[in-house]
């Protein structure tokens, strides 16, 4: 077998192993948290009672292990369950979220990936002149504004004064993409200027640093031009870098937006896990982990991947 | 006195002066800022008067609402779940804004002249949305439900008092086993909806006898209503073709969505914004004094607290106009350490109101013995808004008087189980009640679950349950008025505000009427307004 397939394999196996440590952590955790989903639910109106009603209703009785295992033996034969609070069927519910977070991200993806890369080249090749200042200038700047504050502004200028887009980013089924393209464009502009900095910063230092080769010198002396040097020659060497920064920034999107969700109300993933996490309905918090943990897990996985067949040193080993 | 109030509130009706100068004039000239907010909810109501506009889609931006939610009217406890209990469903009766009762799926209501049997003639020809025909029976099975032992419902408290419930012809007829001049009251609780058969079998359905059918339902993100054509009271409510309630927890995305004409009306606009986005074209602010309080409780059973001066001392140390004026932006009034304020009937506006006085607080703090150790308060964010805040300004009128506090802050997840009614003196709040046995009832009675100030005196509970049954409302006014004295001088509560409604609302929204019971017109704008421009 070729190597490289009983690493994927390797890598898979470790992937599983992992998603099924996190789901007993975050089981943990939700566990050790104050309160319990029947509290949560009827709030400071709890009647001791409704209480107890609740509690054995949901089955909160039950020691903590008994509900793992129970929960472990669903998610085995594919089955989610259902919520505690409302007693929707998760994985419904958990779809529609899902592909709502992976539209997201793909759109944000789709722009910043190739600007990112694209002005990390255009830094380097007007390396250390106004260009290149400009460019790490207002990408740093962006990336220090809190994500919420990139929202308020845009929504201030864009929504509110211009009336360009709309501030609340609801998307739903009965809607054509263009509608839903024109309802995401601000958090997707959010989620750009958040996550352009950081692939950008890393494409130019990868990139610089290959620069310094005696190749590059070589590529130079026999009349390439600049930005042929570097899409060339150069980067094809600083790929496995950029590729894992990518996939971090990749995964943000998918995992880390729950800000840009409330501040858009985007009804994504992230505010979905939230809701059930302060209502400690543990099923949900776990489907959640687990795909979260997923998306981590399988991204970095492609990462190491395109990183060993970029580089022919790991691709043939002796 | 009266003429020149007359002619101030005249002024605020053409809305050539502002809610806040009226209540700072009507100071001037004697009056409480409680009773000069109330007395604008008049003038508000003959604005209202405009005919109806049929039609439209009405769009109302709200916090409260998490992707948590059902439609069971049993399990709903925030703001997004009641707005869309209001498309929905009916009480039997309700609470209108001027305190009185309003018939709803009840006809008429009548009790014997003890107060222990009370009938409600149910509403003839009502049709629930599944197209079946809403019975006495449907009302019978829904009390039922809310009041069984098995039940979930937020709603079980205050069912536990009736002795017996049947069917009597046309009428639903309730047994009390002590006699409750309020029964009423209770009916108009918003879980107790009545639901097809009680919602026995699916309570989540959203199947009720409301002005609006479900539409759509997405938990946390937006909830869809369409008009009724059966709806039987279809002259005063639902107006608009379609409503749809978008939930926006984020104050700030609330606000940008009014302003950017995505949706007509909001709730909770954040005091420290009130003033500035009703200055924008196109937006009012409303804003009602309500039941509603700010409140810093002590468990009077537990040490420090148990000693009366130390209790006193506490009280004359909060200054109430500071924090009415930087916490809630003067978007509120002052408080008297007593649950109940004029928004309530039968509210007794003799009774003296408590200052912020360093000298009596020092004097008391010395009189209780109290060592001189930090006392802990604890505040969150979630207890109420500004809750951390207001304990600082607490912190600093208390440390003029030589009382030492320390404020320990805690996580608002958890709140409501780990630290209200756990830990001797935190933060919290009421929402207010519709009555004042009620809010007694709720949280003053001894045998009370939410005896949050752990009040247990025996001489109280039979004074409340003397007024309960007291027909004769001079009478009743009395007793009510001795309870409050009671539990402002000895009491664990420290009440320095009562908290209006804040909404924000559109020029376009026609029908807005001043509602002290809850935020949007007690959760009912979306099916009592109508769009001018529809």
């Not at chain 1, 995992?255 to 896990?273: D, I, T």
């Not at chain 2, 050539?16 to 209540?23: K, P, Q, S, Y």
Request: proline content about 5%; some cysteine.
């Amino acid at each position: 077998m070729h190597p490289i397939l009983i690493l994927v394999a390797q890598r898979l196996a470790l992937g599983f192993l992992l998603l099924l440590a996190a789901s007993a952590l975050i089981f943990a955790g939700t566990s050790i948290l104050p309160g319990d989903v029947a509290q949560s639910i009827l709030g400071q109106s709890a009647t001791p009672e409704a209480l107890a009603n609740l509690r054995r209703e949901l089955g909160l009785n039950d020691p903590a292990i008994t509900r793992y295992f129970a929960w472990l033996g669903g998610i085995v034969q594919g089955d989610l369950g259902t919520a505690l609070t409302n007693g929707r069927d998760i994985a419904e519910s958990l779809g529609g979220r899902l592909k709502n977070t992976l539209f997201l991200a793909f759109w944000a993806a789709i722009i910043a990936v190739p600007l990112a890369i694209f002005l990390g080249l255009l830094a380097v090749r007007y390396k250390d002149r106004w260009p290149d200042k400009l460019i790490s200038g207002v990408t740093l700047a962006s990336i220090s504004i809190p994500e919420f504050m990139i929202g308020y502004l845009l929504m201030y200028w864009i929504a509110i004064k211009l009336r360009w887009f709309s501030s609340v980013a609801i998307i739903n089924d009965d809607m054509s993409l263009l509608q839903k393209l024109d309802a995401i464009a601000l958090p997707v502009m959010v989620l750009v200027l958040v996550v352009l900095a950081h692939m950008m910063r890393m494409t130019r230092a990868a990139i610089l640093n290959v620069m310094q080769s005696s190749y590059i010198e070589t590529a130079e002396l026999k009349g390439l031009s600049g930005l042929t040097v570097i899409f060339r020659h150069a980067f094809p060497n600083a790929i496995a870098p950029i590729v894992n920064v990518v996939m971090l920034n990749l995964a943000y999107l998918v995992v880390g937006v729950v800000v840009v969700e409330v501040v858009f109300a985007y009804p994504g993933m992230g505010q979905y896990l939230v809701d059930h996490v302060s209502k400690r309905d543990v099923p949900v918090v776990q489907a959640c982990g687990l795909i979260f943990a997923a998306v981590y897990i399988g991204l970095n996985l492609v990462a190491d991947i395109v990183s060993i067949l970029a580089n022919p040193r790991l691709r043939h080993p002796k | 006195m009266n003429d020149q109030l007359n002619h101030l509130k005249a002024r605020v009706t053409a809305g050539t002066m502002t809610r806040r100068e009226f209540v700072g004039r009507a100071a001037a000239l004697g009056v409480t800022a409680a009773v000069a907010n109330s007395m604008l909810a008049q003038p508000a109501r003959a604005a209202a008067h405009a005919a109806p506009v049929k039609g439209g889609t009405l769009k109302i931006g709200s916090s409260g609402g998490e992707s948590t939610n059902t439609l069971d009217p049993a399990l709903t406890a925030s703001e997004v779940p009641l707005d869309n209990l209001r498309h929905l469903y009916e009480t039997l009766v309700e609470v209108a804004p001027d305190g009185t009762l309003e018939n709803r799926m009840a006809e008429s209501v009548e009790a014997t002249a003890d107060a222990k049997t009370w009938m409600f003639k149910i509403r003839k020809g009502v049709e629930f949305h599944n197209g079946k025909t809403m019975t006495p029976e449907d009302v019978l099975k829904t009390m039922q439900r809310h009041s069984d032992e098995n039940s979930q419902s937020g709603a079980l408290g205050i069912m536990r008092g009736i002795e017996s419930m049947k069917v009597d012809g046309d009428n639903f007829v309730v047994e009390l086993s002590t006699p409750n001049a309020d029964l009423p009251y209770l009916m108009a609780d918003y879980h107790l909806m009545i639901q097809p058969d009680g919602g026995m079998d699916n309570p989540g359905a959203g199947i009720g006898t409301g002005p609006y059918t479900l539409e759509f339902d997405e938990p946390g993100v937006r909830h869809g209503f369409k008009r009724n054509e059966n709806f039987w009271d279809a002259g005063n409510r639902g107006h608009t073709e379609f409503n749809e309630v978008i939930v926006l927890n984020d104050a700030t995305a609330r606000t940008a969505a009014l302003q950017s004409g995505q949706v007509h009306m909001i709730n909770r606009v954040d005091p420290k914004i009130a003033d500035l986005l009703g200055r924008a074209p196109n937006i009012e602010v409303k804003s009602v004094s309500g039941r509603g309080h700010y409140v810093f409780i002590m468990h009077i059973d537990t040490a420090p607290f148990d000693n009366n001066d130390l209790r006193l001392a506490l009280k004359y140390a909060i200054n109430r106009q500071e924090m009415v004026d930087k916490i809630l932006r003067g978007y509120g009034s002052i408080g008297n350490d007593m649950p109940i304020n004029a928004s309530y009937p039968l509210f007794d506006d003799s009774i003296p109101q408590r200052t912020y006085d360093v000298e009596k607080a020092a004097e008391h703090y010395k009189k209780s013995g109290h060592d001189g150790s930090p006392i802990i308060l604890r505040t969150a964010d979630g207890a109420f808004p500004g809750a951390v805040d207001a304990a600082a300004l607490f912190q600093q009128s208390a440390q003029a008087a030589g009382i030492p506090l320390e404020i320990k802050r805690e996580p608002n997840d958890g709140y409501w189980s780990e630290v209200w009614n756990k830990q001797p003196f935190c933060a919290s709040y009421w929402g207010g009640r519709p009555v004042q046995d009620q809010m007694y009832s709720t949280a003053y009675l001894s045998t009370a679950d939410w005896n949050d100030t752990r009040w247990k005196r025996p001489e109280f509970d039979a004074m409340l349950l003397e007024a309960r049954g007291e027909l004769d409302t001079a009478k009743r006014k009395e007793i009510y008025s001795q309870m409050g004295r009671m539990l402002r001088d000895e009491g664990g509560l420290i009440l320095p505000m009562f908290n209006d409604f804040v909404d924000g609302v559109s020029t376009d929204v026609g029908g807005w009427t001043e509602d002290p019971n809850s935020e949007l017109m007690n959760n009912k704008a979306p099916i009592k307004c109508w769009l001018k421009t529809a």
